[in-house]
Structures are given as structure tokens and as C-alpha cells.
């Protein structure tokens, strides 16, 4: 997980600093991974830059995907690279529905993890099918990856310039290239 501090300038370089979040596994599975990141890095720092950006790779986009639906207002751009959006079950069921439009997630739900899970769709939802306020989502990740069903419930409410999938499966080598393409786009409005 990655906080981009940006200041936007009129032409490159671009005057940005990068906190790299040493979010490790235990910050999941202890639920504290949201109020970390905002009282250790967000908050401190939101006087100090004009816009605050999140990256996550898989297990990170899903720490990106809590922390932005937790806190909307203080971030202003998302880049979710291959993001773990759930198990199996609420991905099918989401599909199943007919996609992120005609999803409905469920009053009550017992297990917590997927009710967290619910609540972050619920999120992608309000934002970019019902077009709220909130972040500008990035979304890249490779045809062949593993996540690809989830990531291309979310790409189906995305237009072209917010969205980059490439040959490739769950890997840095892909990645990477992404991430520039989408860095490039957010920084000049285009793929220089």
C-alpha cells in the first residue's frame, strides 16, 4: 500500500512524495489497518499536500478500498492494481445479480469479514454507479490474473481513461507498466 502526497505542477516532474505503508498481513486480520493508515500517515499529513493519493496491489487495494470508503472526503485519487475485492462467494454473488448496478447487499449479514467486503462494494457502488463525490478510481490489472472476475465487476462502471487491463497474470511485471500508464494519465490527461 502506497500514499502518494501529490502537488500538481503544471508540467513534469511532477512534485510528489511516496510513503510506502508497511501494512503487513496482520493489519487485515486485526482490523486495524484503516485506522492506522489514518492516524499514521493520512491525517498528519493532509494540511501539507493538496491532494492525497492511495495505490494498493491486491491485498493492499483491499486496504485502499476500506480506507476510501471509510474516509471519502480526504482522498482524492485511487490506483487499485489487481485489488482483492472479496472471496468467491460475493463476487459470484454479485455477477450473479448482474453486476455491480443490480447488486444489493444483503440487512444483515453474520460473517464480518464479508460484511466488510459488502460494505466497500456498497461504496464502489454509490461512487460509481450513482456517480457520488469521492475519489477518482484508477483500475489496472492483467486478462490472466486470478482476481480478474472481481476487478472486472468494478471495470464495467469505468471509462477508458480511469481503466488499463493488459495480457498478464498476478504479478509485479505487470503491474508495474500499469501503474505508470495510469500515473502518466492522472498527471498530463494522457499516455505519454
Do not use: C
Not at 502537488?7 to 498481513?25: G, K, Q, R, S
Not at 499514521?40 to 494498493?56: A, C, Q, S, T
Not at 454479485?94 to 449479514?109: D, F, M, S
Amino acid at each position: 500500500l502506497y500514499v502518494l502526497l501529490y502537488e500538481p505542477t503544471p508540467a513534469p516532474p511532477i512534485d510528489t512524495d511516496i510513503i510506502a505503508v508497511n501494512a503487513h498481513f496482520g493489519y487485515y486480520r486485526n482490523r486495524t489497518i484503516v485506522d492506522r493508515l489514518h492516524r499514521d500517515v493520512i491525517f498528519p499529513n493532509k494540511e501539507r499536500y493538496k491532494e492525497i493519493w492511495l495505490m494498493g496491489v491486491s491485498m493492499g487495494g483491499a486496504g485502499v478500498g476500506s480506507y476510501s470508503s471509510t474516509y471519502n472526503d480526504l482522498i482524492d485519487r485511487v490506483f487499485l492494481l489487481a485489488p482483492f475485492l472479496g472471496e468467491t462467494a460475493l463476487i459470484e454473488d454479485i455477477a450473479n445479480a448482474g453486476g455491480l448496478a443490480q447488486w444489493r447487499a444483503p440487512e444483515h449479514n453474520d460473517d464480518e469479514v464479508r460484511q466488510h467486503f459488502e460494505s466497500v462494494w456498497n461504496w464502489y457502488q454509490k461512487l460509481l454507479v450513482q456517480e457520488s463525490s469521492g475519489p477518482t478510481i484508477m483500475l489496472g490489472y492483467g486478462a490472466q490474473d486470478r482476481l480478474e472476475p472481481a476487478n472486472r465487476l468494478l471495470a464495467e462502471h469505468l471509462p477508458a481513461e480511469q481503466l488499463l487491463v493488459t495480457e498478464g497474470k498476478h504479478k509485479w511485471t505487470v503491474w508495474r507498466p500499469i501503474f505508470e500508464t495510469l500515473l502518466r494519465r492522472s498527471v498530463s490527461g494522457s499516455d505519454l
